[in-house]
């Protein structure tokens, strides 16, 4: 049962990470059924100022050995560049093979990764971060389409505040949906949420070359609501179909289809977050032809449905 949990501190100090396993485990929720928490706040240097690199600072008052009995250790952010030092990951390392469960937040994936305990295991990570995690452990499986991932006894947490959904999985698991219920209502937060990271995930356009593909891409950006065929992009490129399809594929990093569907589907987020014209006419707007295509390829692509997304992000309300 899950009653002690450590936090492990590092330099720059991720504040807010911080603050989220702190806002689950560390205040006192008795009054609302919530068991109490023991958290332990533990850095290779303890009683030294641990700065964030924006002005604040968080002081450990224990050492790294008190996390080794504990129930649960958490690396709420850290250094994603450099080699964590070896004394972490030695904690880490040990509290997993007492059969401890361990939790990052953000880019504290990078330490738990450092340890070799994901290699050949699902993580995640903050999407900005995903690829330089891949490249820096390569033996990790990486999949920034997550809020979180469970590799029991790890669970790794996306950007920032995944982390609050992270954490109130495991008390779910450790204590019952009615505890991390509680903990959610006194936190003003769902006690789950749907989708993923990919409903924040910005798609900027590639830098391509006014001579090779920029100016095709502008094209394409200009009239998204028309239809636009390879065959009719390879005519104005003056390239056959085929080898448009591959240049394309070679400068842009992706095929025709799949890129105009995205810049399609970004289209009618802009739409859904900024106007409160109907799903038809967003539809139409973006190149989908029907709010069917549109709720296929917008699921396909963000993770959860048009409505949905208006709902969470929309600035109007509507009557669709």
Same mark, same amino acid.
């Given at each position: 049962? *899950?009653?002690?949990?450590?936090?492990?501190?590092?330099?720059?100090?991720?504040?807010?990470?911080?603050?989220? =396993?702190?806002?689950?485990?560390?205040?006192?929720?008795?009054?609302?059924? =919530?068991?109490?928490?023991?958290?332990?706040?533990? !850095?290779?240097?303890?009683? =030294?100022?641990?700065? !964030?690199?924006?002005?604040?600072?968080?002081?450990?008052?224990?050492?790294?050995?008190?996390?080794?009995?504990?129930? *649960?250790?958490?690396?709420?952010?850290?250094?994603?560049?450099?080699?964590?030092?070896?004394?972490? *990951?030695?904690?880490?390392?040990?509290?997993?093979?007492?059969?401890?469960?361990?939790?990052?937040?953000?880019?504290?994936?990078?330490?738990?990764?450092?340890?070799?305990?994901?290699?050949?295991?699902?993580?995640?990570?903050?999407?900005?971060?995903?690829?330089?995690?891949?490249?820096?452990?390569?033996?990790?499986?990486?999949?920034?389409?997550?809020?979180?991932?469970?590799?029991?006894?790890?669970?790794?947490?996306?950007?920032?505040?995944?982390?609050?959904? &992270?954490?109130?999985?495991?008390?779910?698991?450790?204590?019952?949906?009615?505890?991390?219920?509680?903990?959610?209502?006194?936190?003003?937060?769902?006690?789950?949420?749907?989708?993923?990271?990919?409903?924040? =995930?910005?798609?900027?356009?590639?830098?391509?070359?006014?001579?090779?593909?920029?100016?095709?891409?502008?094209?394409?950006?200009?009239?998204?609501?028309?239809?636009?065929?390879?065959? &009719?992009?390879?005519?104005?490129?003056?390239?056959? &179909?085929?080898?448009?399809?591959?240049?394309?594929?070679?400068?842009?990093?992706?095929?025709?289809?799949?890129?105009?569907?995205?810049?399609?589907?970004?289209?009618?987020?802009?739409?859904?977050?900024?106007?409160?014209?109907?799903?038809?006419?967003?539809?139409?707007?973006?190149?989908?032809?029907?709010?069917?295509? *549109?709720?296929?390829?917008?699921?396909?692509?963000?993770?959860? !449905?048009?409505?949905?997304?208006?709902?969470?992000?929309?600035?109007?309300?509507?009557?669709?």
């Amino acid at each position: 049962m *899950l009653r002690t949990v450590a936090v492990i501190v590092q330099e720059p100090v991720a504040l807010f990470e911080y603050g989220v =396993v702190h806002e689950v485990f560390g205040l006192d929720r008795t009054d609302d059924g =919530v068991p109490p928490f023991e958290l332990l706040i533990c !850095s290779p240097t303890t009683n =030294v100022p641990l700065s !964030s690199g924006s002005g604040g600072s968080i002081i450990a008052p224990l050492p790294l050995s008190a996390a080794l009995d504990a129930d *649960l250790v958490a690396i709420p952010g850290g250094p994603s560049d450099g080699d964590p030092l070896p004394e972490v *990951l030695d904690v880490l390392r040990t509290v997993a093979a007492r059969g401890g469960r361990l939790l990052s937040v953000c880019t504290g994936a990078f330490t738990i990764a450092a340890t070799g305990l994901l290699d050949g295991k699902r993580c995640t990570t903050h999407w900005r971060h995903g690829e330089k995690l891949t490249a820096r452990y390569p033996n990790t499986v990486v999949d920034t389409d997550v809020l979180f991932v469970d590799e029991f006894p790890i669970v790794t947490s996306a950007g920032t505040a995944a982390g609050i959904d &992270a954490c109130l999985h495991i008390v779910r698991q450790e204590h019952g949906p009615v505890v991390a219920n509680a903990i959610a209502r006194r936190m003003v937060v769902p006690p789950h949420r749907d989708g993923g990271q990919r409903q924040f =995930v910005s798609a900027p356009v590639p830098d391509c070359s006014e001579d090779g593909f920029g100016a095709v891409l502008a094209w394409m950006l200009e009239n998204l609501a028309d239809d636009i065929s390879v065959p &009719a992009l390879a005519a104005r490129s003056h390239m056959s &179909a085929r080898t448009f399809a591959r240049r394309f594929v070679d400068e842009v990093g992706t095929t025709p289809h799949r890129w105009l569907t995205e810049q399609r589907v970004l289209h009618a987020q802009n739409m859904l977050e900024a106007t409160d014209i109907g799903i038809e006419e967003v539809a139409e707007r973006a190149g989908f032809g029907s709010a069917t295509l *549109l709720r296929h390829h917008f699921s396909a692509v963000v993770g959860v !449905s048009p409505t949905a997304y208006r709902r969470r992000f929309g600035c109007a309300v509507t009557t669709d």
